[in-house]
């Protein structure tokens, strides 16, 4: 049994090791890449901050989910989402990059329309049923304290 037990839990281990070093991999890759971007390149970001009505995390989840199949489709950069896991109230962070190319995001409307997503007053008021609260912002980011410092004018 301890045999299993050790055999199991090294498996485990192994892959978790992979699956940590993988997405600490990529997360250095985007960092060096804002890194040895220009100070007049630093990127923009919209945020938003959910918190769900009761009960409606699957279906408001359902809704991004759509809008990514679309940008794929047309091209588009996706926006990064987190969801909560322990702590504040919030549920859900959706940051989205701004200044994405208008063509591309007309060709992701123009496919979710074709779906019968709703647009306008009809999406607003289908999306806050889903929500208790949201809030938004726009950032400079995703950037590193250095591409950040190296944009100052003054030094």
Known sequence: MKTILKKSLS??????KSIVLTATLMSLSAALAYA????DELPESAVEIFRMAPGQQEAFLKEPA?????????GLTQSQL???EDGASWDFVLVKPIGQDKAKWK???????KQGEPTGPDYFFMIRKMIAEHTDTTA????????YLASRKTQ
């Open 140 to 147: 400079i980011g995703p950037t590193t304290a250095t591409a």
């Open 36 to 39: 040895a971007a220009t100070p």
């Open 107 to 113: 060709i992701a409307n123009d496919i979710l329309h």
């Open 11 to 16: 498996i485990k281990s192994t892959a978790i």
């Open 82 to 84: 987190f969801i909560h």
């Open 66 to 74: 759509r809008t990514e199949a679309a940008m794929t489709t047309a």
